[in-house]
């Protein structure tokens, strides 16, 4: 073939000088100013969530256990004498249970609007809810107290020192959702519920929840047995 057809030669090694395919881009650790800290903070909501309902779930059955061997030691104790009188509960404590009822579903529909962004609904059945265990918490007070008026102490038979010690037990884990609660409740008027905050909005909600189911079943026991 003629020299002027054939490929030049000089082409060759600058074909050699690109190196075929590019060289990958190193792995950058994440952080800095770019997205990488944004990225690491995902899974923290998720994990921070599970162990807290872990721990609730944990709370839940140590107080089931607590307020089950009240109920045994007050089977026990019913049966070995004659000396166990009914309590004669004031009227005030259905006040309270409907209180402590309503206080429980402000408080989960509350929450259902959070989910749905509705800050200010949520904000204000909150409230009311809030509210509405304050006044349970006083209520019973009030109760203990026109018992003791009424003759019926600690000391005076059994059924009113277990019905005293159950229903203290149960104010002092009132006391503590309450805590719970407020807590919520300050974050909410300050507009800081974010992914992580409302962790505690589902968790002092199941926990409320709880004690209103506890409560139900300490009304019953002592209306229509002890």
Do not use: C
Request: charged share 15%; glycine share 10%.
């Amino acid at each position: 073939m003629p020299a002027s057809v054939q490929e030049p030669a000089s082409t060759k090694p600058a074909l050699a000088d690109i190196g075929g395919t590019p060289p990958l881009p190193p792995d950058l650790p994440s952080g800095g100013d770019g997205g990488g800290d944004s990225d690491s903070r995902v899974p923290q909501p998720d994990n921070s969530r599970g162990s807290a309902m872990t721990g609730i779930v944990v709370t839940m059955i140590a107080s089931t256990m607590t307020f089950a061997s009240f109920v045994s030691a007050m089977v026990i104790r019913r049966g070995l004498g004659l000396d166990w009188h009914h309590v004669g509960l004031p009227a005030l404590l259905w006040w309270n249970t409907g209180a402590l009822v309503a206080s429980s579903i402000a408080i989960d529909v509350a929450r259902r609007l959070l989910r749905r962004g509705r800050r200010q609904t949520f904000n204000r059945l909150w409230t009311l809810g809030t509210l509405l265990g304050t006044i349970f918490l006083v209520g019973q007070g009030i109760a203990w107290k026109q018992l003791a008026d009424r003759g019926y102490y600690l000391a005076g038979n059994p059924a009113s020192a277990f019905f005293y010690v159950t229903t203290w037990t149960h104010a002092a884990h009132v006391v503590a959702a309450l805590a719970a609660v407020g807590y919520v409740e300050y974050r909410a008027l300050r507009s800081e519920l974010d992914l992580r905050f409302r962790t505690w909005v589902d968790v002092s909600a199941v926990f409320w929840h709880f004690l209103d189911v506890m409560w139900l079943g300490i009304m019953a026991l002592f209306v229509f047995w002890a």
